[in-house]
């Protein structure tokens, strides 16, 4: 568990637009601005709103940072829906 996960959500926010594609080799950039973010004592939002790609590696970052790391803003449905569908497949 990293410093972050600790980050209270009433914080001061920033928003962090994601568009286009969100594949595996994003990530590493991705990951500095919302490690960026949290050192500047500032709650990470991804605007989603024009995502319009999605591998199962970016997938796995939102699943995991969601709510955690960061928050997600205008979600697009197709992930909002793959993402639901990961939880529940876990849960089971």
């Known amino acids: ?15 962090i637009r994601v568009s286009g594609q969100l594949f595996q080799g994003h990530l590493p950039y991705l990951e500095q601005l919302v490690q960026s973010a949290a050192e500047c ?33 205008s979600c697009p449905k197709f992930v909002r829906e793959w993402m639901d569908g990961e939880r529940g497949r876990a849960a089971a």
């Open 1 to 15: 568990m990293n410093s972050r996960s600790t980050f209270p959500k009433s914080a001061s926010r920033v928003t």
């Open 41 to 73: 004592r500032l709650w990470p939002q991804l605007d989603l709103l024009n995502l319009e790609e999605l591998d199962p590696a970016g997938l796995s970052y939102l699943l995991a940072g969601e709510d955690r790391d960061f928050g997600i803003l």
